[in-house]
C-alpha cells in the first residue's frame, strides 16, 4: 500500500524534505507498542542524521485506548503553538498519564499556555486536524499502530533498531540510484 497523501506542508516533519529517505509513522500516544518505538525512532534519527526525514500522523485508537485522541488534540494544540515536537516526545515518555489535566500540565512544561491547551480539549479544536490524519491512515491501509511508511511505501517489518535500520537504508541507496 501507498500512503495517502503524499507528505506535504501540512505535516509535522523533522529533518528536511530533500533526505533521501522519509518514515512516516501513524501512531497512537497511548498505544504501548508506539510507545516501544517511540526510543528507537530516536535511535533511527540519531543513526541517519540528515538523511532521514521523519514525519508523525495522528491515528487514535479510541476504542482500546480512551486517552488517545486526546492526546493527539493536545499535541496538535501544542503544535499550533509551534510545540508539537516537544509535545509529542513529552506525552510518549509519560505515556501512562494521559489525562487531560496530565496534558495540560505537559504543554505548560513544554511552553505553551495551559489555559489555551485546555480550552482546545474541552472545545475539541483540533478534533478535525485528528481526524483527517485518521482518514488518511485508513486511505492507506493502516489498521493499527504504529503503522510506518518509507518512501511512501508500507513498511510491514519488524519495529526493531536493526530492521528498521536496513529497511531505511536500503530505501536511501534505491533513492540514490
Known amino acids: 500500500m ?20 522519509t518514515l512516516v509513522e501513524y501512531g497512537d500516544y497511548e498505544c504501548p507498542h508506539c510507545g516501544t518505538v517511540y526510543p528507537i525512532i530516536k535511535q533511527i534519527q540519531q543513526h541517519f542524521g540528515e538523511a532521514l526525514r521523519f514525519v508523525f500522523r495522528n491515528f487514535p485508537l479510541n476504542e482500546i485506548h480512551r486517552h488517545a485522541e486526546h492526546a493527539s488534540e493536545a499535541a496538535e494544540a501544542a503544535g499550533a503553538a509551534g510545540k508539537f515536537w516537544p509535545m509529542h516526545d513529552i506525552i510518549f515518555e509519560h505515556q501512562t498519564a494521559l489525562t487531560d489535566r496530565d496534558l495540560v500540565t505537559y504543554a505548560e512544561a513544554v511552553g505553551v499556555d495551559s489555559r489555551s491547551v485546555a480550552e482546545a480539549l474541552a472545545r475539541h479544536t483540533f478534533t478535525e486536524r485528528v481526524k483527517a490524519d485518521f482518514m488518511s491512515g485508513v486511505r492507506s491501509g493502516v489498521n493499527g499502530t504504529p503503522t510506518f511508511f518509507i518512501n511512501g511505501e508500507r513498511y510491514d517489518g519488524a519495529h526493531d533498531y536493526a530492521s528498521l535500520r536496513e529497511a531505511l537504508t536500503e530505501a536511501g541507496a534505491t533513492a540514490r540510484k
Not at 501507498?2 to 529517505?21: K, N
Open 2 to 21: 501507498s500512503l495517502t497523501p503524499p507528505v506535504s506542508e501540512r505535516d509535522h516533519v523533522q529533518g528536511s524534505a530533500t533526505a533521501p529517505v
